[in-house]
């Protein structure tokens, strides 16, 4: 599913690769506001949608694999997304453009945002942002959903997710793993994989 990260040679068309990546995240860092959630449908949209860089199937597992792990979720899924265009590299080129623009903003803006946060039409702006933020999540969230609540195995993990965050207030990492092993036990063997293939 993940397969082996692609090599880039030195050239041209490196550079010319590793300066897109760069600038895609870069890009990413510096007009995403809403923390590592909102980066992800943008992220999504660049190395899916727009370039192709991956697969639909292999940018979610990506991402499952982001939020399994410990750190934020956008400098997770960059790593991915880097390490599988350009490996160890193509990972910090793109961690590094990710972080970069919130590093420089709060270091020139930190002081004076303190001062205006509580103005009306700062705090006006920043709603209609985290709106937009809403909208975003909820668009690709609905994406992945299609295809993980479409299949028995994953409606039925998504239910007993719920049961227990909602009902038995079990804490997130819990939900997670327990998550992860139901999911393990309800995948076919690989012999049964190839009997349905041959039946297809």
């Known amino acids: 599913m993940l397969g082996s990260p692609h090599k880039k040679k030195p050239g041209p068309e490196a550079l010319r690769f590793w300066l897109e990546l760069f600038w895609i ?11 590592g959630y909102a980066m992800i449908p943008l992220i999504y949209q660049e190395v899916v949608e727009c370039r192709q860089w991956l697969e639909k199937k292999t940018f979610f597992s990506g991402l499952v694999i982001a939020q399994a792990i410990p750190g934020a979720n956008a400098v997770n899924i960059a790593s991915f997304v880097g390490y599988r265009r350009g490996g160890l590299f193509g990972a910090v080129v793109a961690v590094v453009a990710c972080v ?7 270091c020139a803006l ?14 006006g702006a ?3 942002l985290r709106a937009g933020i809403i909208g975003l999540l909820v668009y690709v969230l609905g994406d992945w959903g299609r295809q993980l609540l479409g299949k028995p195995k994953g409606l039925l993990v998504f239910c007993l997710t ?4 909602l009902v038995l207030k079990w804490h997130p990492i819990l939900v997670i793993v327990l998550g992860g092993i ?7 063997l690989p012999e049964e994989d190839q009997e349905e293939e041959d039946l297809v």
């Open 126 to 128: 920043f709603e209609g």
């Open 110 to 123: 930190g002081s004076a945002f303190v001062k205006f946060a509580s103005h009306p039409s700062v705090s």
């Open 162 to 165: 719920l049961f227990g965050i």
């Open 100 to 106: 970069l623009p919130s590093f420089l903003i709060i």
């Open 182 to 188: 139901l999911g393990f036990l309800l995948s076919p």
């Open 25 to 35: 995240f870069f890009k990413i860092g510096a007009l995403t506001l809403g923390g």
